[in-house]
């Protein structure tokens, strides 16, 4: 097939982000000719950048080096609509293909609509629950742009569930996001690949969206005990700061992964067990998530699907996630492959269960580590996703 992906965004450093870049990687290596429309580059793929006519719509502020970020409940339906119009020109610029696939009901949908093209939208949850919730025009303007489209795609039930509640939409199939079970792998290699990667990064002058230039030297120093892992964005609603709280309290050592406006204020209280990194890639993730002995998810706010505890079960770093969203759905599968005494272990509902289970998680790791991985080899890969997808389509064209 020939296949466009939309994605008004970036290929790193935030869930839609990285789905996208990986769906398009699965689907060009299964012999499909993948276009994809974003805001960044890839050397192993067809990218075409739009130009934007003024601020790019986001739903959370964060810097961006070439956009004026603005977010989308700020903006006024010209901008909004310039900003569509400018993207679905380079759309219909780059010539006919058998499918559109536009990530986020908003502004995917109406993207989708303006192309002419057949189109699936992939719903992520940002866009549900930080611009559309609460907002009644929003929500009618995407049930309008989504009446035209082939299907939703929903990484989980959960978000099957909100865009059903927000726009009364009810053509949606549930497929799971991906993991790279063959890169995502438990490896013996772990330290010295985490540090080759380290050191292999680019020179930071401020910039919050690269690693800290002296990660190299501080993670060298920092596996000679147990450790916890946190890898996402770095707000209140990813729960960070509860996270780091808990770890304070239960004295677990922990690596920060991410960027965003959490660190500032937390940074300073976090002591010295507690190593903030700034962003990493996977090609950072597939060493230092075998190193750690839990990888936390605390978001206090719902979640799509919850991939970067798919992907650190797929390492053998056992999950440990907020029992609710799509979180609740990594939980359930994982619990399928837990032994029964050890299934509570997969997920907590309160602070006084994190507390708990996380010195727990962290002593059964050598019992849970082969059971996450097995969960991640058995329930989630890239190539089965974008088979699911592509079939999907096929079925519906």
């Keep these: ?56 719509p986001v739903f959370v502020l964060d810097a961006y080096a070439d956009a004026q970020p603005a977010l989308i409940g700020d903006l006024s339906q010209q901008d909004l609509d310039a900003f569509v119009e400018a993207n679905a020109a380079a759309i219909r610029a780059a010539g006919p293909a058998d499918l559109l696939i536009t990530n986020h009901v908003l502004l995917g949908g109406p993207v989708g609509a303006a192309s002419g093209l057949p189109f699936i939208v992939k719903a992520h949850g940002s866009e549900l629950e930080y611009a ?26 959960h978000i099957a569930g909100v865009v059903k509640q927000l726009i009364g939409f009810d053509r949606i199939s549930v497929i799971p996001p991906g993991v790279d079970t063959e890169d995502m792998r438990p490896r013996d290699d772990a330290l010295s690949g985490l540090l ?46 509860l996270l780091v709280e808990v770890l304070r309290e239960v004295g677990q050592r922990a690596v ?10 937390l940074e300073p209280i976090a002591g010295p067990d507690i190593l ?48 609710h969203s799509g979180l609740a759905e990594i939980a359930a599968g994982l619990r399928q492959f837990y032994p029964a005494e050890l299934a509570d272990l997969a997920a907590f509902s309160s602070r006084d269960e994190l507390v708990d289970r996380l010195p727990q998680v962290m002593a059964m790791r050598d019992v849970l580590s082969p059971c996450a991985r097995q969960a991640a080899e058995q329930l989630w890969s890239w190539d ?7 079939d999907l389509a096929q079925g519906l064209l």
């Design 1 to 56: 097939m020939r296949i466009h992906i939309w994605h008004g965004y970036l290929l790193s450093g935030t869930g839609s982000n990285e789905y996208t870049r990986a769906l398009a990687r699965t689907l060009t290596a299964q012999g499909h000719d993948v276009t994809v429309f974003c805001q960044d580059s890839d050397p192993n793929l067809n990218v075409v950048r739009p130009q934007l006519p003024g601020p790019l």
């Design 132 to 157: 559309m919730r609460g907002n009644p025009a929003l929500c009618d303007w995407a049930a309008r742009s989504l009446s035209g489209c082939l299907q939703v795609v929903a990484g989980s039930a």
């Design 196 to 241: 080759a990667q380290c050191e292999a990064d680019p020179p930071n002058a401020g910039n919050p969206r690269l690693p800290d230039p002296d990660n190299a030297q501080r993670l060298a120093e920092f596996f000679d005990r147990p450790v916890v892992a946190y890898v996402g964005k770095l707000s209140r609603e990813k729960g960070v700061p």
């Design 256 to 265: 920060i992964v991410g960027f965003g406006p959490a660190r500032l204020e």
């Design 276 to 323: 903030f990194t700034g962003p990493l890639q996977h090609r950072h993730l597939r060493y230092l998530w075998p190193l750690c002995d839990v990888s936390v998810v605390p978001s206090v706010f719902p979640e799509a699907f919850g991939m970067v505890a798919a992907e650190a079960a797929s390492c053998g770093c056992p999950p440990l996630v907020a029992d």
């Design 384 to 390: 089965s996703v974008g088979r699911r997808i592509t």
